[in-house]
């Protein structure tokens, strides 16, 4: 009879595979990479522990990333080029500030005057103090965003904590400290909240502070122009509330009430009892944006832009209007251009600006942008231009009107002027070809050693009457008798006028050099 029971040998080789596994698992999750300090011949603590660096002045072993033997405010760290460890500033105090070889956080105030911060450079070495910049009263500079904010409300912060002043450095900071705050703070969560706030608060209440009980606490009341009629909740002035979309709650002081209203640059639509972001396409067609009626409602209207153009309504007309092409200056003041106006979502409006993100119209020098192939920040005879191979913006020679450049001078120039030749010369292209030269006028030739073009000699035939021929014939033999000289000396020289250069190829090329 054949038995189905597996041999005993086999159930414990079974029972032992999770162990097995466990171990192997276990061995492969604990495999650490030394870290660069761990060699015990340039670090001989580290043979204690991988926690333990060699200080040479002391001969000792500190912890790694401690302060040890270094000043105040730094720690402890290893160079791996050196091969030796250093003290240095942490990440959270980067800023090293070597009069007082101390390290700071950035924006602090840290050894600087009143009303200034410490922050790097642009080329982020030595940190420097810069200005704070005034505010209004009850405002508060603050470095990070270069922006003033309100004092006691979450401005910057964190959901918890307000902007509010060291008293003893004047600095502005985020916290929630429940003595100076105490307005503003909530016992149960310890965290700080603006008042008339929804805060920590359900939805139709408000977070306030109750002067008799002098505690905070979460409240509705008629009386607040935080009160809505049609709901007999509280919602926070200024925010969304139980409004529409595209609306927020706001007070209207001449009814003496709360309402829904549509936000700037909004217009209602009432089907949808919601607002929309003038034109943009909104409730209308793809082809289509909403504007503003007379009457205050919207209204779809049909987009008389190309995909590449976008619309600038005339003043005191919301649909009409004229389409600019997007990178063009159209009706932008010089250094900007036409742009997509600043919305999260599908907008057919312009808008004008510049940044150092439109890189192929952005010029760094002035910080401002240009068209391509205009003058822009160029000089006379130069157009402006983004090369795509070293991908950056140029000024080259315009050489559709007609200049030519000339390497010599790093200058542009027209034919047949004087341009950059000796005096009584023109420029002067060589035909068909690229080439462009500075040749002597009728009646005078070059001399090469000062580099001028000097009259030629008149034979005078005193008295004669044909005295003015004969002088025309002799200017005429003079220079065909240099050009046979010429041509005997080297069959590279054509003329005896000299070539100085060759001209820049279409769009800016190679320029020339001179022979």
């Known amino acids: 009879m054949r038995s189905n029971l597996l041999p005993f040998s086999f159930l414990l080789w079974y029972r032992a595979l999770p162990l097995v596994f466990f171990l192997f698992t276990r061995a492969y999750l604990g495999f650490v990479i030394a870290p660069p300090w761990a060699d015990p011949v340039k670090n001989p603590c580290s043979g ?45 105090l980067p800023l090293h500030w070597k009069p007082t070889d101390r390290c700071y956080s950035r924006f602090s105030r840290g050894p600087c005057q009143v009303n200034q911060y410490l ?3 642009d080329a982020k070495e030595n940190p420097v103090c810069q200005a704070s910049e005034r505010c209004e009263p009850g405002m508060i500079f603050w470095p990070p965003d270069h922006t003033c904010h309100q004092l006691y409300t979450q401005g910057p912060c964190h959901k918890g904590d307000l902007l509010i002043v060291n008293p003893v450095t004047t600095e502005p900071y985020c916290g929630c400290d429940s003595v100076l705050l105490k307005q503003y703070y909530h016992p149960l969560l310890r965290l700080c909240y603006e008042q008339m706030t929804r805060g920590p608060c359900e939805d139709g209440l408000l977070f306030m502070y109750n002067h008799t009980s002098d505690s905070t606490q979460c409240t509705c009341s008629e009386d607040l122009p935080n009160y809505s009629e049609e709901l007999g909740q509280c919602f926070e002035i200024g925010k969304k509330g139980p409004c529409g979309n595209g609306q927020l709650f706001v007070y ?28 943009t396409p909104g409730p209308c067609l793809d082809s289509q944006f909403i504007i503003r009626t007379k009457e205050g409602k919207g209204a779809c209207s049909e987009n008389p832009c190309d995909q590449t153009d976008l619309f600038f309504p005339s003043p005191g007309s919301e649909h009409r209007g004229k389409c600019h092409k997007v990178g063009n200056r159209g009706p932008c003041p010089k250094g900007e251009l036409v742009i997509f106006e600043a919305y999260s979502g599908k907008s057919f409006r312009g808008s004008c600006g510049c940044s150092p993100g439109y890189n192929q119209n952005y010029w760094p020098e002035d ?4 068209e391509w192939y205009s003058q822009g920040p160029c000089d006379d005879a130069f157009v402006f231009r983004y090369n795509r191979e070293t991908r950056q913006t140029e000024c080259v020679c315009d050489s559709n009107a007609g200049f030519v450049f000339w390497n010599e001078t790093n200058g542009c120039y027209r034919p047949y002027t004087q341009g950059p030749c000796p005096d009584n010369s023109w420029l002067i292209p060589a035909g068909e070809s690229e080439e462009i030269y500075c040749e002597c006028r009728d009646g005078y030739h070059f001399q090469a050693n000062d580099y001028t073009c000097k009259p030629l000699p008149v034979i005078k035939v005193s008295g004669h009457r044909f005295e003015s021929l004969w002088s025309n014939v002799a200017e005429y033999v003079e220079r065909s008798r240099k050009d046979v000289v010429a041509k005997k000396k080297s069959e590279k020289t054509r003329r005896t006028r000299p070539r100085l250069a060759t001209r820049v190829p279409a769009g800016g090329g190679t320029p020339g050099t001179s022979l």
């Open 48 to 92: 204690t522990s991988w926690q333990l660096v060699y200080w040479p002045p002391t001969r000792k072993c500190f912890k790694i990333f401690s302060q040890g033997p270094c000043p105040d405010t730094q720690e402890l760290g290893y160079d791996p080029d050196e091969e030796v460890a250093v003290c240095r500033c942490p990440q959270e």
């Open 119 to 121: 922050d790097f450079t």
């Open 252 to 279: 209207n002081a001449e009814l003496s009430r709360s309402m829904c209203q549509c936000k700037d640059k909004y217009v209602y639509w009432e089907k949808t009892n919601s607002c929309y972001r003038e034109y």
């Open 367 to 370: 910080q401002r942008c240009y």
